[in-house]
């Protein structure tokens, strides 16, 4: 077990509503099942031989997991908002890539952007794509505040 | 001891001014007694069972730190500046919230966010709130840069 | 080993271009030496003693390490941009403080400002300031978005 070098990953991706803008994060984190943990940003590498989990399990409360994450929060009626995450994934599963992207967009345009930023990646370091996941969310604001995340949350464990 | 579920934690807020932003910035946490070790930024949960500590004993410089904080800085005289950090405890001491909000407001405006943001997480997650606590800090820009910083900081013994 | 105090650190700045803002910041990383690492960024105190390195060794793919990293991404062609981390180490190698700044400039005017920041954080503190060290890079957009980054990456061993 080691915080520094993660062993299994959860995928995911949410959108919701709340009272403020970060209790529409807060409640699209509890959708994704990571409302009751610390996220801690990373930049955005999967370590070697990640397992892929369908769902977070029970883990502590406040217990401090890293986590690529992109998210975007509006409160403007009318306006779409989305999130991507996408994950590359090379040969022998000896390591992948995460590229983020939220803005004002749909959630196709969302993961057009992720799923080019990932093939710059591997083309840049040499390596080749065995498999491309992509986690995306989108929203169009109502009378309240809303938001969308995608998330790659690692485990120590 | 675990960097993973912390273990104690200090609430606190200031205000300073200085050269720059950053060094404004800089000087508030120095106040706060969090100026020589390194925050790592959180998102906002309370672990199950924390202990409050009064203030930050001595820790080694340098040393990381799982920290939840609000910022805000400001080099324009006469505007006012604010942050706070809203902190809900659960019955039992089960886990608690912490919502964090900063901005061109009164300290009492902060408050009043921070407030509300915890009664609806709690809502929303269907858990009872015992105690609510909250740090903040105002000031109000007059020839120097100035910053106000509201601070959760979780330690793993 | 601890991830909590690092023993040693690496000092660098790089500017790239990329097909994107995010890969642009990528392959500066990649430059760097810590472009298939997960960061995860810090505020910004050196720890007793630390080593400095000259390169960055081989670390596992997706390995967590604590960074101190400052940053900026164009897409304006002409425009130039630039970011510097200045660190200042006391007397003793009994800590230190690194100061970041990005922003459209050039890369004089970055390493102007942290000097700067450092004095006024070792002169706030009473420390004694017995070396300087700054990274910055700069680069001008032509065609494609570009990206700077000074970064401090520490190490548990």
């Known amino acids: 077990m080691s915080w520094m070098t993660p062993k299994?990953?959860?995928i995911g991706?949410?959108?919701a509503e709340g009272g403020t803008k970060l209790?529409?994060?807060d409640n699209a984190l509890l959708k994704l099942g990571i409302g009751n943990v610390n996220l801690v940003k990373l930049s955005s590498v999967i370590p070697a031989h990640i397992e892929w989990m369908e769902k977070v399990h029970?883990?502590?409360?406040g217990m401090l997991l890293p986590t690529v994450y992109a998210h975007i929060e509006s409160d403007?009626?009318?306006m779409t908002i989305s999130a991507a995450l996408g994950v590359g994934i090379s040969e022998g599963n000896e390591g992948g890539l995460i590229y983020e992207y939220s803005g004002y967009c749909t959630k196709e345009e969302a993961e057009e952007m992720v799923r080019k930023m990932v093939e710059e990646g591997f083309r840049v370091r040499g390596w080749k794509l065995k498999e491309f996941r992509v986690a995306s969310a989108e929203?169009?604001?109502k009378d309240k505040p809303a938001a969308v995340v995608a998330a790659v949350v690692m485990f120590p464990y």
């Open 139 to 141: 929203i169009t604001v």
């Open 58 to 61: 029970d883990v502590p409360i």
């Open 23 to 25: 209790n529409a994060f």
């Open 76 to 78: 403007e009626p009318g």
């Open 13 to 15: 991706a949410a959108a």
């Open 8 to 10: 299994r990953a959860f």
